[in-house]
């Protein structure tokens, strides 16, 4: 089992909410391993924060869902298949594909667009109340 799945199923084993979809980030391994009702079912590479800027570390359930959205702080940038969690931060899709596995976003967590889907579309069937992103160092 890799580290951010034990760290996963620590999380669940010892937090008192009830998520049945919990995604799972390590900044240090830039990797998201997603959790269905207490069983690992993805591990993919990620891109989170590079140099200048910070992604959060911490719990949050699921906020909203945004198909194909656009920032509205940079350029209008491609934010496809956004789950938003804390704010402006998202799990969302990238077209930088050669970046993944290692920082360099803005601060959000951009997967794979296949991926990116994936969650998205867990998300939707799961809801909101019932997804986690639970990003640790």
């Not at 891109?47 to 719990?59: D, I, M």
Request: glycine share 8%; aromatic share 10%.
């Amino acid at each position: 089992m890799g580290a951010a799945a034990l760290v996963c199923a620590q999380f669940v084993a010892s937090s008192a909410l009830s998520a049945n979809l919990i995604a799972s980030v390590s900044l240090s391994g830039q990797t998201m391993t997603v959790m269905q009702d207490g069983v690992v079912t993805h591990e993919w590479k990620v891109s989170t924060a590079r140099s200048g800027y910070s992604t959060p570390v911490g719990s949050w359930s699921a906020k909203w869902l945004s198909r194909d959205h656009r920032s509205r702080k940079y350029d209008d940038a491609p934010m496809p298949f956004a789950v938003f969690y804390n704010g402006g931060y998202a799990v969302h899709a990238t077209f930088e594909t050669k970046r993944l596995g290692r920082p360099a976003s803005h601060g959000c967590i951009r997967l794979h667009p296949d991926n990116a889907a994936t969650f998205f579309s867990l998300t939707s069937r799961y809801g909101l109340s019932n997804t986690r992103i639970v990003v640790s160092r």
